[in-house]
C-alpha cells in the first residue's frame, strides 16, 4: 500500500507562512502528478495545487494563486507546498494526493488514487 507522509502543518498568525512537506515511495513520487487539496471543517475537500512532471508549470486554485507554491525535492522524493500571507479562510486540514496519468482533470479528486492522513493548518486572525 502506497503511503504519502505530510508534516509541517501548525497553528500561524493572519499574513504568517507554513511550509508543509509530502513524502513519497520513490516509484509512486516519480511517476505521479503530486497534489495538495485541504478540508475545512464542514466543507468540501477542495483542490489546492498540483504538480506534474514535464514543462508544465504547476496548477493552483483561484484562492491561493499567488500566495501558495508547489515544487518538488527530488532528491529526497518529496513535494513542499510554501504558504504564504495566510489567511483564516486557509485554516483546514491539508491533504497531499498522488496519481498516475489520467485524463481527468488535474484538480478533480477523483485523479488521485494515493492519499495522504492528512495535517493541520490553523490560521489565527
Known amino acids: 500500500q502506497v503511503q504519502l507522509v505530510e508534516s509541517g502543518g501548525g497553528l500561524v498568525q493572519a499574513g504568517g507562512s507554513l511550509r508543509l512537506s509530502c513524502a513519497a515511495p520513490?516509484?509512486?513520487?516519480?511517476?505521479?502528478?503530486m497534489a495538495w487539496f485541504r478540508q475545512a471543517p464542514g466543507k468540501e475537500r477542495e483542490f489546492v495545487g498540483a504538480i506534474a512532471w514535464g514543462v508544465t508549470p504547476p496548477y493552483y486554485a483561484d484562492s491561493v494563486k499567488g500566495r501558495f507554491s508547489i515544487s518538488r525535492d527530488s532528491p529526497k522524493n518529496t513535494v513542499l507546498l510554501q504558504m504564504s500571507s495566510l489567511q483564516p479562510e486557509d485554516t483546514g486540514v491539508y491533504y497531499c494526493?498522488?496519481?498516475?496519468?489520467?485524463?481527468?482533470?488535474?484538480?478533480?479528486?477523483?485523479?488521485?488514487?494515493?492519499w495522504g492522513q492528512g495535517t493541520q493548518v490553523t490560521v489565527s486572525s
Open positions: 494526493a498522488a496519481g498516475l496519468a489520467s485524463s481527468l482533470a488535474i484538480d478533480s479528486r477523483a485523479r488521485y488514487s494515493y
Open positions: 520513490a516509484d509512486t513520487y516519480r511517476r505521479s502528478t
